[in-house]
């Protein structure tokens, strides 16, 4: 019996390659599918409960275009920066408490620079409190059928509540491209002007590896290095993410590489996003990366600032250099013209917010009168 059992495994497994090709490599979750049909290239563990980061920040932009769509706000609607929101750490621009600007550059910031403080602003603005947008994010999560995730913030600091899983970020990427086509430029922006501060896409495939247009990285040390990457060829859209990667560098290659793959792959699975079968031993169980990432055994800077190179200096890199001048878009304070966001409902956001400062990234202990206030170029932690 438990022969019988172990050969019908296998064959299950060779069907499943077959189908869907042969599993990456790499042990950490991965799935590479066409936004247009869901149809899935390839996965592995893609039920696996992760740490997002930064990938939060998509869900903040999808929860905040549902409220756009509603009339809530708009995209010239003040999002006025809180004391709450000015103390998270980097990564971050450091806006003064009572600072504002458009959401329209609120949202090319969390994108670009994915700046903490702006999208912790962005979240209490349109959902009027931290809390209640966190609620809001789980609201549309559960609509669209992502049943393996939980909210808690807006901007992916870490929290052991907050966690998804690559499937349910397929769902997200989906929803996002499919029912909000006129936001596509938020997501491929190759580097945003802030004052005299000059700041690179942290995602090395804009601008650089063909046909990429979108859309988003992610770190903390709990999750390793999180990228969702999107690219066109030849009229098909494919989205790589991969999660919990060990470094940018590998991260980048990873995506770039199973991207290169599938453009030239002939045939595509009739699974999909939305039929895929739950698998998987322990995937109610979030991995911590940070043992791997953020210990002395660490080769890398623990950080998810720009990288101008894919690979390590030793390996050959298939993102190529960028040849061209990049484009630049200009982000300023000022200019909010548009409704105030109806969530508020006449309240001062700034009033709301003396509360604690948080802990100081990467969980060290802060330095003797250090402030968690850091200038527009530093690196990032999220």
């Given at each position: 019996m438990m022969k019988m059992q172990f050969v019908k495994s296998m064959l299950l497994g060779l069907v499943a390659t077959t189908v869907l090709g042969a599993a990456p490599a790499a042990a950490n979750p991965v799935m590479l599918f066409d936004i247009n049909s869901g149809a899935i290239i390839e996965h592995q563990d893609a039920f696996k409960r992760w740490h997002p980061a930064s990938l939060t920040k998509l869900m903040t932009a999808y929860t905040t275009f549902r409220a756009v769509r509603a009339g809530e706000l708009a995209l010239d609607s003040p999002i006025k920066i809180s004391?709450?929101?000015?103390?998270?750490?980097?990564?971050?621009?450091?806006?003064?408490?009572?600072?504002?600007?458009?959401?329209?550059?609120?949202?090319?910031?969390?994108?670009?620079?994915?700046?903490?403080?702006?999208?912790?602003?962005?979240?209490?603005?349109v959902g009027g409190t931290s809390e209640a947008f966190a609620a809001r994010m789980n609201a549309e999560a559960q609509r669209l059928g992502m049943s393996g995730s939980h909210w808690v913030n807006a901007n992916g600091l870490h929290d052991p509540e907050q966690y998804t899983t690559a499937r349910d970020l397929a769902i997200?990427?989906?929803?996002?491209?499919?029912?909000?086509?006129?936001?596509a430029a938020y997501f491929d922006i190759e580097g945003i002007v802030a004052g005299k501060a000059k700041l690179k896409n942290f995602n090395p495939l804009v601008g650089r590896f063909p046909g990429t247009d979108g859309m988003k990285t992610g770190f903390v040390c709990e999750s390793g290095f999180n990228l969702i990457a999107s690219a066109n060829r030849g009229g098909q859209t494919l989205a790589a993410i991969v999660l919990g990667a060990t470094s940018p560098g590998d991260r980048a290659e990873e995506a770039a590489k199973m991207l290169q793959g599938g453009f030239g792959r002939t045939g595509i699975s009739s699974v999909t996003v939305a039929t895929l079968a739950p698998y998987g031993d322990n995937r109610d169980l979030a991995t911590d990366m940070r043992e791997?990432?953020?210990?002395?055994?660490?080769?890398?800077?623990?950080?998810?600032?720009?990288?101008?190179?894919?690979?390590?200096?030793?390996?050959?890199?298939?993102?190529?250099?960028?040849?061209?001048?990049?484009?630049?878009?200009?982000?300023?304070?000022?200019?909010?013209?548009?409704?105030?966001?109806?969530?508020?409902?006449?309240?001062?956001?700034?009033?709301?917010?003396?509360?604690?400062?948080?802990?100081?990234?990467?969980?060290r202990p802060a330095p003797t009168g250090a402030v968690p206030v850091v200038s527009s170029n530093s690196q990032a932690r999220s």
């Open positions: 004391k709450k929101a000015a103390a998270f750490p980097p990564a971050k621009m450091g806006y003064k408490p009572g600072s504002v600007l458009t959401l329209d550059n609120a949202l090319k910031i969390i994108m670009v620079k994915s700046a903490n403080d702006v999208a912790a602003a962005i979240g209490e603005n997200l990427v989906r929803a996002i491209r499919l029912e909000y086509p006129q936001y791997v990432v953020c210990s002395k055994k660490a080769k890398h800077v623990a950080s998810d600032g720009p990288t101008e190179t894919g690979a390590a200096p030793e390996k050959v890199s298939i993102i190529p250099e960028m040849t061209r001048p990049r484009n630049w878009v200009t982000v300023s304070l000022g200019g909010a013209t548009g409704p105030r966001p109806k969530a508020l409902g006449g309240r001062d956001i700034v009033e709301q917010a003396d509360v604690p400062l948080p802990t100081w990234r990467p969980d």
